[in-house]
């Protein structure tokens, strides 16, 4: 095989499109890669060029595959048998946990029933079709961590996936207790990024029969290494229910509660903090509430290199329930920073915003879209930038058509 490093990077580069038989190709035998003598003649234009095998071990050769962008290392592997194996090796996935993380990527759902979609890469700006393993429904609960991703069913509450998207290796986890019955859910996982072991928070929260204001709250917990769900916490929440947001930030659970009436327009949200390493809150959780930083519409958290984060939809003053802009804050203790607000001319770049918008994050970066179209803004919290994502390669087929998503970290390296 005779080609230059740059030239063969540059092929990688080229490519436009990775669906997901990339996935597939990596668990099969493929022998017939060899050489790349069949790919055409270049190969006798290159004579004279540098044989990489030759000259590089293959320690060396994986240092350099290490650090290239994921669907690159996919790419790689297709290249002959030894690359395979080298990108196959357990000390291959041991080098990519040691180079500088991934981008997070965005997954797009395109439907409001079937989980199909596209993943965009910031980094190469570029949309993969993905086909996610365990998830049957996009309306499920999604939450994500150091590359693991967590799906829960929205009807039962029952079926608990945990897998990598990448390598789509998956497990199902053993049922939670008591899920049945809950009328609001929120999910929540973090990964240790040095063991791989994965805590799962769910806040489950149902009415009081006959007491609208009264809302009964609990929150479940699984550690992976015991393999067991416990039930660390419950309380009556006068005046409160729990929702769908809830996020783990070094080893603290936030959720946020929603008034059920009776309380001011900048009360309708609160936070709520949950120290899940000693499984106490210090008293009651309602001891522990922070108030949001304005009347929101909706409030969207996230974990960004562990530090509380929320993306919010301002409402009007006179009007709470109209949006009139969206805010990002990072809690500092107990108080709320504003360090961005979206530039009115992006706000008006999606067209009609609803009062509720999807919004997720990870280390530096937040994805904020309109559940009425494919459009996917991205800030880039270090450089305090706004940019459009490219255009998302699907089209919008019925007036009433629903988009979500989340985001997750590409890892090879990490299973659950």
């Not at 357990?90 to 797009?108: G, T």
Request: charged share 20%; proline share 6%.
């Amino acid at each position: 095989m005779y080609m230059s490093c740059i030239q063969l990077l540059s092929i990688m580069d080229e490519e436009t499109s990775w669906i997901s038989d990339y996935f597939d190709d990596m668990g099969r035998d493929i022998t017939e890669f060899d050489s790349l003598s069949e790919l055409s003649d270049e190969g006798n234009r290159e004579a004279n060029g540098v044989s990489v095998d030759l000259i590089l071990p293959d320690d060396l050769l994986e240092r350099i595959l290490a650090y290239l962008p994921i669907p690159s290392i996919f790419r790689a592997g297709s290249v002959c048998k030894r690359w395979h194996e080298i990108v196959s090796s357990k000390r291959f996935l041991w080098s990519c946990s040691h180079v500088l993380s991934q981008k997070p990527w965005y997954y797009m759902f395109t439907s409001s029933d079937e989980p199909v979609g596209y993943a965009y890469d910031p980094v190469l700006r570029k949309w993969y079709g993905i086909d996610l393993p365990c998830i049957q429904r996009s309306n499920w609960f999604v939450a994500s961590s150091c590359g693991l991703v967590c799906f829960m069913d929205n009807d039962s509450r029952g079926e608990l996936y945990v897998c990598n998207p990448v390598t789509k290796c998956h497990r199902r986890l053993d049922e939670p207790p008591g899920l049945k019955s809950s009328e609001y859910s929120a999910l929540a996982i973090s990964v240790n990024r040095i063991s791989h072991c994965y805590t799962i928070s769910i806040v489950k929260s149902k009415q009081v029969p006959g007491n609208f204001f009264q809302w009964d709250l609990s929150i479940l917990t699984y550690d992976s290494e015991t393999r067991m769900w416990v039930t660390s916490w419950a309380e009556i929440f006068p005046g409160w229910r729990g929702g769908d947001e809830s996020v783990i930030c070094d080893g603290v659970l936030y959720f946020l509660i929603y008034s059920t009436g009776g309380g001011t327009p900048e009360n309708r949200h609160g936070l709520i903090t949950y120290n899940l390493s000693s499984r106490s809150s210090h008293g009651l959780l309602t001891r522990n509430f922070i108030p949001v930083p304005c009347p929101l519409t909706c409030g969207r958290l996230m974990n960004l290199k562990e530090k509380l984060v929320m993306v919010g939809g301002i409402g009007k003053q006179d009007r709470p329930d109209i949006i009139k802009g969206i805010g990002i804050w990072v809690l500092n203790g107990k108080d709320w920073q504003e360090i961005a607000r979206m530039p009115h001319k992006y706000f008006q770049g999606f067209g009609e915003f609803d009062d509720v918008f999807a919004s997720r994050g990870t280390d530096n970066l937040i994805y904020i879209q309109s559940y009425g179209a494919p459009t996917l803004l991205v800030f880039d919290i270090n450089l305090r930038q706004w940019k459009w994502s490219q255009k998302c390669p699907v089209t919008k087929r019925f007036p009433l058509q629903l988009f979500t998503g989340f985001c997750f970290e590409p890892r090879l390296e990490i299973a659950p």
